[in-house]
């Protein structure tokens, strides 16, 4: 099981922290990622991290203002997000895969719940 939290309201150019805790079994030797999907839109991908950290991956969109970490011993994965825009307002997924990063969300097997995420102008 994930759960996601972290998300709310925040001006433009302000910043949040993601976290998705998961229970149940330790996904130490999975890869994580983030999705989100914004009203009327597909879900697309945020960023990924390899299992043990060393190996991450972002969308051009969030590059350079978001950081992706993990902390295997809490079983948690982390979305830093700084310097926020209205079009990164959405609902933020995180997931997890056994194996390397991919892209794609059909890739991943569990998923959160998603936290809302909402910037404003």
């Known amino acids: 099981q994930l759960q996601a939290s972290g998300g709310g309201l925040v001006q433009a150019g302000g910043s949040l922290r993601l976290s998705c805790a998961a229970s149940?079994?330790?996904?130490?030797?999975?890869?994580m990622g983030w999705f989100r999907q914004a009203p009327g839109k597909e879900r697309e991908f945020v960023a990924a991290i390899s299992w043990s950290g060393d190996s991450t991956d972002y969308a051009d969109s969030v590059k350079g203002r978001f950081t992706i970490s993990r902390d295997n011993a809490k079983n948690t994965v982390y979305l830093q997000m700084n310097s926020l825009k209205p079009e990164d307002t959405a609902v933020y997924y995180c997931?997890?895969?056994?194996?390397?990063?991919?892209?794609?969300?059909?890739?991943?097997?569990?998923w959160g719940q998603g936290t809302e995420v909402t910037v404003s102008s």
């Open positions: 997931a997890v895969r056994p194996g390397a990063i991919v892209t794609w969300y059909e890739g991943y097997h569990y």
């Open positions: 149940g079994r330790t996904f130490s030797m999975y890869a």
